[in-house]
């Protein structure tokens, strides 16, 4: 049985449309057609292997599955800016066509000032697989100290802590932390909230002034210089994620 997609996330897969608004707008507009009858709800469910979409008569189809994996450089945002650097700039210089390249994303986020490895891809599938927490995949991050830490402090860390997620109190879930030195550590997590393991260190009174996320799963970032993206196959990253 084929998998019924909403017509906005179709047309995202398309590589016609850089923003999800852009997709919602021409749906509401009249200008995407289902089987040769207008649709205007950017939610309807359908089966893309049982219909025929176009654009102003234009048949349009998802273009093929891509994978990659970047060595994000500090002071990137992972989302689209017109204003600050982001991890898009390097995607853009991808030697693919236009629509290939409008279709990438990157699964998850790492905030601005932290380095390491993304998934790139155009993947719904795969993306909620890595984000889903009850497949438990487990991300590694290496974290410079401004101070040294005590093994005291680690076993709270360890333990769980309190930290605010959305104006709320969260304690975070039981983790490994190995200490690479006196104020450099490597942390492995299952969860991932908003910038939670510098929440976590700041809730001890410890400031993280590096953080480099080194894996996801068993797929690692290996000789990857910062700001480079390599191709991967879909083998290999899902054998690499166990999923």
Known sequence: MSRKTSL?????????????DEATEAIRKGKITLNGLPVINPNYFFNPKKSIVKIENEKLKPIKKLYFILNKPKGHLCQKSMDEKSVYDIISKLKLPPEQILSLFSVGRLDRD??????????????????????KITKKYNVMLEKEINKK????????????????????KPTKILPLGKRKLQISIEEGKKKQIRKMFETLG?????????????????HLKIGQIKQINRSEIMDKLGI
């Open 8 to 20: 906005k996330q179709f047309l995202m897969k398309t590589g016609r449309f850089s923003r999800a």
């Open 114 to 135: 932290t380095e390491g490895l993304l998934i790139i891809t155009n993947d719904g599938r795969l993306s909620d697989s890595v984000m889903q927490p009850s497949n």
């Open 206 to 222: 410890y400031e993280v002034i590096h953080l480099n996320r080194i894996s996801i799963g068993s797929l690692q970032l290996k």
């Open 153 to 172: 402090q680690i076993r709270k860390l360890e333990n769980g802590v309190i930290i605010k997620v959305n104006n709320r109190s969260y304690k975070t």
